[in-house]
T-cell receptor, first 113, second 117 residues
Framework: GEDVEQSLFLSVREGDSSVINCTYT??????LYWYKQEPGAGLQLLTY?????DMKQDQRLTVLLNKKDKHLSLRIADTQTGDSAIYFC?????????????FGKGTKLSVIP | DVKVTQSSRYLVKRTGEKVFLECVQD?????MFWYRQDPGLGLRLIYF???????EKGDIPEGYSVSREKKERFSLILESASTNQTSMYLC????????????????FGEGSRLTVL
């Protein structure tokens, strides 16, 4: 079945760049997503990328997609303590005429002041 | 401001009790979902619904049931709670347009942390 893999932990110093990596298996994925979960809260969509794009930039966030290797990354420039959260990679897959999201296990980003 | 509200943030129940987790959304979304979140396992889909009175099993439906009597409300039911159902439960919703276009944005509630003793 569909699978999304990401490392569980990442620790960076405030002001450095963070790079969170993800691999996925469904080559027919249309969209790939990054969700952010702050402590004690639900998930919020951070950004997404169409599968026909290689890169998407939004302020401090850069998403890179390598379709050949099925690799997705999220780069956060000038990481701040407020960026400490769990980041989930997700992909769409189709089943029974509808689309579902498959989530990775989440990467917990810790920002050291 | 869009909102998905889960009525209970924290619950403590005993083994064998019946548990209701309520979720209400105010965005007129057709689609609603229940996930559980466990450390090291991420999010796993329990049940989802694309319409009133409609339900579909997700990846881990065993030990759970759901009810969708009204469009805005999706309830998760644990008929007889067990200790292995101790978890964080997350409700989410999305619009039908999002689902069929596969743009896929889900709106999540803040979660209900259930402890079964």
């Amino acid at each position: 079945g569909e699978d999304v893999e990401q490392s569980l932990f990442l620790s960076v110093r405030e002001g450095d760049s963070s790079v969170i990596n993800c691999t996925y298996t469904d080559s027919s994925s249309t969209y790939l997503y990054w969700y952010k979960q702050e402590p004690g809260a639900g998930l919020q969509l951070l950004t997404y990328i169409f599968s026909n794009m290689d890169m998407k930039q939004d302020q401090r966030l850069t998403v890179l997609l390598n379709k050949k290797d099925k690799h997705l990354s999220l780069r956060i420039a000038d990481t701040q303590t407020g960026d400490s959260a769990i980041y989930f990679c997700a992909e769409t897959y189709s089943g029974a005429g509808s689309y579902q999201l498959t989530f990775g296990k989440g990467t917990k980003l810790s920002v050291i002041p | 401001d869009v909102k998905v509200t889960q009525s209970s943030r924290y619950l403590v129940k005993r083994t064998g009790e019946k548990v209701f987790l309520e979720c209400v959304q105010d965005m007129d979304h057709e689609n609603m979902f229940w996930y559980r979140q466990d450390p090291g396992l991420g999010l796993r889909l329990i049940y989802f619904s694309y319409d009133v009175k409609m339900k579909e099993k997700g990846d881990i439906p065993e030990g759970y049931s759901v009810s969708r009597e009204k469009k805005e409300r999706f309830s998760l039911i644990l008929e007889s709670a067990s200790t292995n159902q101790t978890s964080m439960y997350l409700c989410a919703s999305s619009s039908e347009e999002e689902r069929t276009s596969a743009s896929g944005e889900l709106f999540f509630g803040e979660g209900s942390r259930l402890t079964v003793l």
